[in-house]
């Protein structure tokens, strides 16, 4: 197994994936927690808010392994569903752009 299936499988057999559900609208924002932080990703446009992500876009156009397995965990419903409410949707999208 190389080092990204490895890394892939470590996400998904923790349970890091994070769906966070605002209701009721049902808007949802998808994250993986990493080692130092959160990383924000929109499976939509496979976009990924880690270093890795910019980086590897920049050099070789290759997305991080974030994005891969966020799909994966989709597929397989491995991952948590976390809800708050509308009201909170702000705030909840202020502090992940703090964390960027
Ligand atoms: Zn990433």
């Not at 924000?40 to 910019?54: A, R, T, V």
Request: proline share 3%; aromatic share 12%; net charge negative.
């Amino acid at each position: 197994m190389n080092e990204k299936s490895r890394k892939m499988n470590e996400v998904i057999s923790q349970n890091r994936v994070k769906l966070h559900l605002f209701e009721p609208s049902q808007r949802s924002i998808w994250t993986i927690v990493g080692k130092e932080k959160e990383h924000w990703l929109d499976p939509e446009s496979n976009f990924c808010s880690c270093s890795g992500y910019y980086f590897g876009m920049l050099k070789n156009k290759k997305p991080c392994y974030h994005i891969e397995s966020i799909h994966i965990a989709r597929q397989e419903k491995k991952f948590d569903i976390i809800k708050f409410s509308d009201e909170e949707y702000d705030s909840f999208i202020s502090s992940i752009l703090d964390e960027l």
